[in-house]
């Protein structure tokens, strides 16, 4: 079969713009390749792929200035990337856009325990924060599940939890000040190292942005100093049902633990086969709660918590005796996903967050919609804060992504119906994008728009995320409509 002939036009241009951007930045730091781009094709949502035109990795924030004040002269759109963990689509590139790589900020710039705080660059892998300052007693709360591997800049652009997000808070909640650089090329500072900066929370405003206004280059995270004691309890329930009230009476009891997940079946048994954090295969639902603090608390408290589970109707019960049983609790947990990957071809990793009192329902509702699609899914979730994350597992090759994207869809939009939101930290990007109008009224929509617009007037920053209908900032006239559902079928599937 004969290929088309590469358009000689575009190949010059590319090659004119790869030459420019050299000259900013070391050679070796502007990708053209057709085969190394294939490694930036995608990102953690791998449905879609998608070579960008050119990739970029400046090593400092100056080049990183350099780069987007280029893109802005010349109108090239560009994509953030950090790490590529994104569950959305938020790092998707553009076949008319430049990456912009942050993988070479990778330095921790300065830990400063007399105040709590360490800066670091947008390329540290978030456990590296932690193990930095391990041996001081301090930690960073915040731990996504692929903290191994996403970076705090990826974090910040999300607004990333973790498994302690319940006590701890989200990423928000940890930061103490960023550097950004907007399209202009211009660097700017939101808060620093005190707690509270005056004037408008524009550091608030860029954490959770997903690249959409300005590009992270420092960020100054709150350290934690390690508490006295953490324990953990694994509960084994016969329903899912029963799990969820447990989650509710415990929260209602006052007692706000350190973290609070829940599995069910199909995530117990791949999570187990492939850790061996000893859970019980016999249960239906899984409920792991970590308490922490002084020791003579954290014991109270598990007395408590034992009861409360005991009362609805827990069949099996675990205390972690040593911190190097407690952490292999929490590895099968936290190796839910990959584990996962063992037993299906293909799957989604879904996002979206719920009022706790529902929880129950939403489980039995989306036992229906699995029966309904023909697809499975596995439930690995923060129940404390109800925040799910539904694994619908699918084959590919068998025809089932559109079944698949769907059947998310519809999980999206219950969450939505029951009083929740479309996402709690993995973003909107492009898998939520066309969503949003089941969440927000087009006037909601037009409002954030117009916040985008005071960063990014020409809309050349991460284009194609979050917003399903796109407007010129000048008149906001509409450019482009989306059909309000899932696919999307202007994207190139695997």
């Given at each position: 079969m004969l290929m088309p002939a590469p358009d000689p036009n575009t190949l010059a241009q590319k090659a004119r713009l790869a030459a420019a951007l050299a000259e900013l930045l070391p050679p070796e730091s502007v990708i053209a390749d057709p085969v190394a781009l294939k490694a930036y094709e995608s990102d953690g949502l791998t449905a879609y792929r998608q070579a960008p035109l050119l990739v970029t990795l400046p090593r400092t924030t100056a080049e990183v200035s350099a780069v987007l004040k280029f893109c802005a002269a010349n109108q090239l759109k560009v994509v953030p990337r950090g790490a590529g963990t994104s569950l959305s689509g938020g790092a998707l590139p553009l076949a008319d856009g430049v990456v912009l790589g942050l993988g070479k900020l990778n330095r921790i710039l300065e830990i400063d325990l007399e105040n709590r705080c360490a800066v670091v660059q947008p390329g540290v892998q978030n456990l590296a924060i932690s193990n930095a300052v391990l041996a001081s007693g301090f930690y960073y709360a915040p731990d996504p599940s692929s903290q191994i591997a996403c970076t705090i800049g990826g974090n910040v652009a999300e607004n990333s939890g973790g498994v302690h997000c319940l006590k701890y808070g989200l990423t928000t909640n940890n930061l103490l000040g960023l550097e950004v650089v907007l399209i202009s090329g211009e660097v700017?500072?939101?808060?620093?190292?005190?707690?509270?900066?005056?004037?408008?929370?524009?550091?608030?405003?860029?954490?959770?942005?997903?690249?959409?206004?300005?590009?992270?280059?420092?960020?100054?995270?709150?350290?934690?100093?390690?508490?006295?004691?953490?324990?953990?309890?694994?509960?084994?329930?016969?329903?899912?049902?029963?799990?969820?009230?447990?989650?509710?009476?415990?929260?209602?009891?006052?007692?706000?633990?350190?973290?609070?997940?829940?599995?069910?079946?199909?995530?117990?048994?791949?999570?187990?086969?492939?850790?061996?954090?000893?859970?019980?295969l016999d249960a239906e639902a899984l409920l792991i709660v970590e308490l922490d603090g002084p020791g003579v608390e954290c014991n109270h408290l598990l007395n408590q918590v034992t009861e409360i589970v005991k009362a609805n109707g827990a069949t099996s019960l675990r205390v972690s005796e040593s911190e190097a049983e407690r952490l292999k609790i929490w590895a099968g947990r936290k190796a839910a996903f990959p584990a996962v990957g063992r037993i299906s071809p293909d799957y989604f990793c879904m996002d979206g967050t719920i009022p706790r009192r529902r929880l129950p329902e939403v489980l039995t509702r989306m036992a229906e919609l699995s029966k309904k699609y023909g697809l499975r899914v596995a439930n690995v979730f923060h129940a404390g804060d109800g925040n799910l994350h539904p694994l619908i597992l699918f084959d590919a090759n068998k025809g089932e992504l559109e079944s698949a994207e769907r059947f998310g869809a519809d999980i999206l939009k219950l969450c939505v119906e029951v009083g929740g939101v479309l996402t709690g930290e993995h973003g909107v990007g492009v898998e939520k994008r066309d969503l949003m109008p089941e969440m927000f009224s087009e006037v909601d929509l037009d409002q954030q728009q117009r916040l985008k617009c005071a960063f990014d007037p020409d809309g050349l920053l991460n284009p194609g995320k979050v917003f399903p209908t796109l407007h010129r900032c000048a008149e906001l006239g509409r450019m482009h409509v989306r059909g309000g559902a899932l696919p999307h079928p202007e994207l190139p599937r695997f």
């Open positions: 700017v500072r939101f808060g620093g190292k005190h707690l509270d900066a005056g004037g408008y929370d524009l550091m608030g405003i860029m954490t959770g942005s997903e690249g959409l206004l300005g590009v992270v280059t420092e960020v100054t995270v709150r350290l934690l100093k390690r508490p006295e004691t953490a324990r953990a309890l694994v509960a084994g329930f016969p329903s899912n049902e029963q799990a969820g009230a447990a989650v509710a009476a415990v929260i209602g009891a006052g007692i706000i633990p350190a973290g609070m997940e829940m599995m069910d079946r199909p995530a117990i048994h791949a999570a187990e086969d492939f850790v061996h954090a000893d859970y019980p």
